[in-house]
């Protein structure tokens, strides 16, 4: 899981999006061959990390580390900067659903939603 959970502290959107795959099937992995893992609040509380940190990936990402304002940017840039983050959104709720429906186990299931 740490190899490809390491591109969400090192990487921006671009870089992290071809590992959310890898990464959700490791999930999968751990969760039905793990004790530790095979709780609703565990696999919550992995899935509120993993999407904080896509968060702060997207934030540094668009800002530049927090050096710029998005009111910095010429408008073609910051649209660039923000569809890539969209686009990582969209990659990691596909494969949520996609790996949710694998077998018996059901990701939504798994996660609390509130």
């Not at 509380?45 to 050096?67: R, W």
Request: with cysteine; glycine share 4%; aromatic share 12%.
């Amino acid at each position: 899981l740490l190899k490809y959970c390491q591109p969400l502290y090192y990487g921006d959107p671009v870089s992290i999006k071809p590992e959310i795959r890898k990464m959700m099937e490791a999930i999968l992995i751990i969760y039905t061959t793990s004790q530790h893992y095979n709780t609703t609040d565990s696999m919550t509380h992995l899935f509120v990390k993993i999407t904080n940190q896509m968060v702060v990936a997207c934030k540094d990402y668009i800002t530049e580390k927090g050096i710029k304002r998005i009111w910095d940017f010429e408008y073609p840039v910051i649209s660039a900067k923000i569809q890539d983050a969209l686009d990582l959104y969209s990659e990691y709720d596909s494969a949520f659903q996609v790996h949710g429906l694998l077998g018996e186990y059901n990701m939504r299931k798994l996660v609390k939603i509130s």
